[in-house]
C-alpha cells in the first residue's frame, strides 16, 4: 500500500494545471504516492494539457473526469478511488515545493499519534508574494476556537488519516464554499492539529475563479458549518460557538439591511438561530434555512 494517496481537483484551469503537476512530479516519491486528479467536468482544454503532459512524464497518475458537480464533490470523489494511508489534497492552482511529502513522511514517523497535520505556506496575490496576517498564523494543538472564526488548515498543505477522514465523512457537498471550514470544524472539535512548521506550500490568489470571490457573502456558509455541526460540540465548544455565531448574524444582518433586503429573511435568521442556541425542540438546519443560507441568488 502506498503511503499518500495526492487527490488534485480541476475545473477549467489548463492555464495553471502543468504548474501544479510538476510540483507533483519533483516530490521524486513515486513508490510511495499515488496521484488522482479529477476533472470537474471542465469545458477548456483541460483533458488535452493533463493528457499531453502524463504522455511526457514519468508519473502515473489516475485521471478521472465527472460532471460539474463542485469541488467537494470532486474531492470527495477522488478519496474513494484512492487506497493509501494517508490522503493529501492540492488544488489545481497551487504548488508544493520540493521536498514537500519527504518532510511530511519524516513527520508521520515522529508523531505517530498526529491523525492530521499541516505546513507553512507562501502567498501570491496577483502575482506578487504577500505576507500573511497575524489571524492566519498556523498554530498546532487545540485549534477548535480559533477555527471557529476562519479556516485555519490549508486543504493544500494538509495530509489526513484515511481513518480520520473516513470517521469524518469527508467534505459536504451541499456547500458552494467554505466546505474546507466545516470539514475542520467537526476536526478540530475532537482532535489535535499537528503543524511541520516549514514553508512547502505556494498558494495562489486573487484570480477571478477562486470560490472566495465567486460566491457572495462567505459567512452564511460559515453559520450554516456551525449550526450544523452544533451537536457534536461539547458544552464549552456550544459557548465559544455561540459567542462567534451572534457575531457573524450581526454582521449578516447589518450587510442585508444595507442592501434592502427582505426583513422577513433577516427576522428567519435570528429567531430560527435564538431557538436553537436557548434548546427549543426545532431540527438543526430546517430545509427553509438552509434555503436561505445556501442559494446564492438571495445574497446577490
Not at 32 to 58: Q, Y
Not at 178 to 184: G, N, P, R
Not at 198 to 227: C, H
Request: positive net charge; glycine residues 4%.
Amino acid at each position: 500500500m502506498k503511503t499518500f494517496s495526492i487527490i488534485i481537483p480541476t475545473f477549467n484551469r489548463a492555464h495553471t494545471i502543468i504548474r501544479t503537476l510538476n510540483s507533483v512530479k519533483i516530490q521524486n516519491l513515486s513508490k510511495e504516492i499515488e496521484v488522482i486528479l479529477v476533472d470537474d467536468g471542465s469545458t477548456d482544454n483541460t483533458a488535452t494539457v493533463v493528457n499531453n503532459w502524463i504522455e511526457n512524464n514519468k508519473l502515473e497518475i489516475k485521471y478521472l473526469s465527472q460532471t460539474h458537480q463542485g469541488v467537494s464533490k470532486a474531492r470527495n470523489f477522488g478519496v474513494s478511488q484512492s487506497n493509501a494511508n494517508w490522503i493529501c489534497f492540492l488544488d489545481s492552482d497551487d504548488e508544493w515545493l520540493a521536498n514537500k511529502l519527504k518532510k511530511q513522511l519524516q513527520y508521520i514517523l515522529i508523531n505517530p499519534n498526529i491523525r492530521i497535520f499541516q505546513t507553512e505556506e507562501i502567498w501570491f496575490r496577483n502575482g506578487i508574494r504577500v505576507n500573511a496576517h497575524k489571524k492566519h498564523k498556523k498554530i498546532s494543538g487545540n485549534i477548535f476556537q480559533e477555527s471557529l472564526l476562519q479556516c485555519m488548515i490549508t486543504t493544500s498543505s494538509v495530509a489526513i488519516r484515511r481513518d480520520l477522514w473516513l470517521e469524518n465523512h469527508g467534505f459536504d457537498t451541499k456547500l458552494s464554499s467554505c466546505e474546507d471550514y466545516d470539514l475542520w470544524l467537526r476536526i478540530t472539535c475532537k482532535e489535535e492539529i499537528g503543524l511541520l512548521p516549514e514553508n512547502l506550500l505556494i498558494r495562489y490568489g486573487g484570480a477571478k475563479d477562486q470560490l472566495s470571490i465567486i460566491y457572495p457573502v462567505m459567512d452564511r456558509f460559515r453559520i450554516y458549518a456551525i449550526i450544523k455541526n452544533w451537536n457534536i460540540f461539547n458544552q464549552n465548544q456550544k459557548y465559544l460557538a455561540q459567542e462567534v455565531l451572534f457575531k457573524k448574524l450581526s454582521i449578516l444582518k447589518t450587510g442585508l439591511e444595507k442592501r434592502n433586503k427582505s426583513t422577513e429573511m433577516i427576522h428567519y435568521l435570528l429567531t430560527w438561530t435564538k431557538n436553537i442556541l436557548i434548546q427549543k425542540q426545532v431540527n438543526l438546519l430546517d430545509k427553509t434555512y438552509s434555503e436561505y443560507l445556501l442559494d446564492n441568488q438571495l445574497w446577490t
